[in-house]
């Protein structure tokens, strides 16, 4: 536990910070899980959709500092590989 008044600060911040990095995290995994599961249905117009779906998620996350920007990125490019790969 802290000691002093401003790493008490500093801890509720983190505190603050950490949930609401962990709500955009698992709104873009929820993203991702969709997209796997509608790819792997065979749909492609709901693939076409969940795509769009996940990239906006990742990128909320990366520009809110929840992911790093090259993570998203790399995520995006191997889920655009998965669509190819999936489509008839």
Not at 44 to 57: M, Q, V
């Amino acid at each position: 536990m802290a000691n002093n008044k401003s790493a008490i600060k500093r801890w509720h911040q983190s505190l603050k910070r950490r949930d609401r990095n962990r709500s955009t995290r698992t709104a873009a995994r929820s993203a991702i899980r969709r997209l796997r599961e509608t790819a792997a249905a065979g749909d492609p117009e709901a693939t076409k959709t969940a795509l769009s779906e996940a990239y906006s998620a990742l990128d909320t996350a990366a520009k809110k500092g929840s992911i790093h920007t090259g993570k998203a990125d790399r995520t995006k490019r191997r889920l655009a590989a998965l669509v190819t790969r999936s489509a008839p």
